[in-house]
């Protein structure tokens, strides 16, 4: 074993003039695998197979695919840090992760527009308001959203089988600050399982699956952007969510209509659901408080 100051003689290698925070996180990072590898005790063999974890997970990512987004999101880092750098002082709405599928460019879509461009999926319509902390309306506020189909994929994941734009499109609110769109109703999926990530979920004994869920930026000047989800009440994995996204006040309820004079209105032919939330953005102001909310 090494000396007990042996991890204070590497801390002391680092120079005298290097920047002030390379110095605080390395500092950080290098006394808690030293920790770790004191207290694990790992031997060689299970050091070189941590070695080529890590190794594998760099190699399957590249500009489509992320292992290394997939491990922080799935061993709860991602949330940290976003809980860390969103703590919300004045009501806004909360945040959770961005997830690896979303893609810039989507279409802008006038409001009301459907979003589905396949066939399948049962109608969805969603709708609300973006408002300041106050309750007035934030009129031109763009909404950029994106889901799953009715088969857990996403479009850049089927970019062979799903139209160009499937389930994407970017909105902005009108003068009341209200938003609205067609769709179809998410679906539950699992996080890609097929690579690193997916072997230490099975080692590990958990499940990869999300709920369903509909992804929103929405952003407007003068506010703070916002990155979230809107998740449909009475999923079977909200409360065992694989990247541990779910908020309490990010749950809805999409509300079944059977009614056939409601779906002759709406000039369906088939039941259809609803769901409507009301968004609220943070000045872009108010400095985010570190005692605000213990993580
Ligand atoms: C998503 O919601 O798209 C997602 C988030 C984290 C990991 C995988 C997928
Ligand atoms: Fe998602």
Same mark, same amino acid.
């Given at each position: 074993m090494p000396t007990a100051n042996f991890t204070d003689i590497v801390l002391s290698?680092? +120079?005298?003039?290097?920047?002030p925070r390379l110095r605080e996180v390395m500092t950080s990072i290098i006394s808690h695998v030293h920790a770790i590898v004191r207290e694990v005790e790992p031997t060689q063999e299970e050091w070189f197979q941590a070695i080529m974890f890590l190794t594998r997970t760099g190699q399957l990512s590249d500009d489509v695919r992320q292992e290394f987004i997939l491990l922080s999101d799935t061993m709860g880092v991602s949330m940290l840090v976003d809980a860390i750098n969103n703590?919300?002082?004045?009501?806004?709405t909360e945040s959770t992760v961005l997830g690896p599928f979303y893609a810039a460019g989507s279409p802008e879509l006038p409001l009301?527009?459907?979003?589905?461009?396949?066939?399948? +999926?049962q109608p969805c319509f969603l709708s609300g308001h973006v408002r300041a902390p106050d309750g007035s309306p934030i009129a031109g506020a763009r909404l950029d959203v994106w889901h799953s189909n009715s088969h857990g994929f996403y479009n850049v994941q089927q970019l062979d089988t799903q139209p160009s734009g499937n389930l994407r499109g970017v909105f902005h609110t009108d003068a009341d600050g209200r938003w609205w769109f067609r769709s179809i109703m998410p679906s539950s999926y699992p996080v890609p399982e097929d690579g690193t990530v997916g072997n230490l979920l099975r080692a590990m004994g958990r499940h990869a699956w999300r709920p369903a869920h509909v992804h929103f930026i929405i952003s407007a000047p003068g506010f703070q952007s916002l990155t979230t989800h809107l998740f449909v009440n009475g999923d079977t994995y909200l409360d065992s969510d694989a990247v541990f996204g779910?908020?309490?006040?990010?749950i809805v309820d999409f509300v079944r209509h059977m009614d056939a004079r409601e779906i002759a209105e709406r000039g369906l032919s088939e039941p259809f659901y609803t769901a409507e939330y009301e968004f609220v953005l943070e000045p872009a102001t108010v400095a985010a408080s570190r005692e605000a909310v213990a993580v």
């Open positions: 290698r680092m +120079g005298a003039d290097i920047d703590r919300k002082g004045q009501g806004g009301g527009a459907n979003i589905a461009r396949e066939p399948g +999926g779910v908020k309490d006040s990010l």
